[in-house]
């Protein structure tokens, strides 16, 4: 008698894959995360030696992280109104989340400009230049965020941001949340220590 061989074909296995853009702005968060914890730790270090300006953050700062965190819900709005198919929503939160990030950015540079009638400059005091150095490498991420946030725009604009395709806006909230949250950990923290 013949024996019959049977060949069992085994299942692929699923693979652990992850978007390559994903990838590459979760290793970029890591790194931004990196360098903050090392500022705000040398932060700490060098007003342990002493001599050390405090000074009451000007009240701009405060007003511009309300102008964040509703940008942050404009995101959002964009996000769910992409998942939805709602270009004009989408188009009109995209739109408020653009201006609302310019206008952080001119809040920082008029709460700069209060800082010096305050006498407080980046050359000088520590106290100063880390608060300079804080609030400018933010900027400088947000200004990145706008950069992204304009891609988006301009997809959404031109109907490529979508139910089936959201990478572009999941990237792009992705970011600007991690600003938003970036932002709010470092006016705490400037705020508990200066």
């Known amino acids: 008698m013949e024996s019959i061989n049977y060949k069992v074909e085994k299942e692929p296995q699923e693979t652990l894959a992850m978007d390559p ?25 060098r007003r342990a030696e002493g001599n050390w300006l405090e000074f009451e953050m000007p009240r701009i700062f405060w007003y511009s992280t309300v102008v ?27 739109s408020i989340t653009f201006v609302l990030g310019l206008a952080f ?3 920082q540079f008029e709460g700069w400009k209060q800082l010096v009638a305050m006498n407080v400059y980046f050359v000088g005091n520590p106290s100063g230049s880390f608060f300079y150095v804080f609030t400018g490498l933010h900027g400088f991420h947000i200004i990145s965020g706008l950069i992204v946030l ?6 959404a604009f031109r109907l490529k941001v979508h139910a089936k395709n959201l990478r572009r806006i999941q990237i792009c909230a992705t970011y600007w949340h991690f600003l938003d949250i970036l932002w709010l950990y470092l006016f705490v923290f400037l705020l508990t220590f200066n």
Request: charged content about 10%.
């Open 21 to 45: 853009m994903k990838f590459i702005l979760w290793l970029f968060l890591v790194s931004i995360i990196m360098l903050f914890a090392s500022q705000t730790s040398a932060y700490l270090v």
């Open 68 to 94: 964040l965190l509703i940008s942050s819900i404009a995101m959002q709005w964009a996000y769910f109104a992409a998942k939805k198919d709602q270009f004009k929503q989408l188009k009109i939160a995209i």
């Open 105 to 107: 950015l001119w809040m």
């Open 150 to 155: 304009l891609f988006s725009w301009m997809a």
